[in-house]
């Protein structure tokens, strides 16, 4: 009796020790997510405050490109408002849209592309376009390993029990969050 009492008591400890490895694991590749999503947040808001800038360097040469600099800002807009990485992107993606069309617009303007001011804000947003393309692939790459983790035999029986649920990758076209 007592030797079928320490076989299921070393068993019990054995599966202990496995959960909170697991869980352990789970918890530190979900942190890692939230870090990259941090570091993605943190340049994004970045991009949005050059945009005013930007906005009022070209009206003061391209008054009749209204509509491109109106979409920028209802961009900019729903990227403040995004809820999650998918909302994100295509607020994003859609930015990113209004703003090469503004840098196609700004060739027909000499003026405006010689302009010292204009130039800098090209440069800072083309600088943080690197380091948002560089903290989305983190990220990305942090989402990829936690879901994996979240779906495979035998964390996802942890995962499952304490909630853990897949996250979401922060993809323009929404086809890797599938």
Do not use: C, H
């Not at 530190?28 to 990259?36: H, L, N, S, T």
């Not at 109106?70 to 909302?87: F, K």
Request: glycine share 8%; aromatic share 10%.
């Amino acid at each position: 009796m007592t030797m079928t009492l320490a076989v299921v008591a070393a068993g019990l400890i054995s599966l202990a020790i496995a959960v909170s490895v697991f869980y352990n694991g789970l918890v530190g590749a979900r942190q890692r997510v939230r870090e990259g999503w941090s570091a993605i947040d943190v340049q994004l808001k970045r991009r949005s405050s050059l945009i005013p800038n930007l906005v009022e360097a070209v009206k003061g040469y391209a008054a009749y490109e209204r509509g491109t600099l109106e979409r920028i800002t209802e961009a900019r807009g729903a990227l403040g408002r995004a809820a999650g990485p998918g909302a994100a992107a295509r607020a994003d993606a859609d930015l990113t849209s209004g703003l090469q069309t503004l840098f196609a617009v700004a060739e027909a303007y000499p003026d405006l592309k010689a302009s010292e001011r204009f130039a800098q804000l090209q440069r800072d947003l083309a600088d943080t376009e690197n380091k948002v393309a560089y903290a989305r692939n983190y990220y990305n790459g942090a989402v990829e390993t936690y879901n994996i983790r979240v779906q495979s035999f035998p964390s996802l029986l942890v995962a499952r029990t304490f909630g853990f649920q897949p996250a979401e990758f922060f993809a323009a076209d929404d086809l890797q969050s599938s």
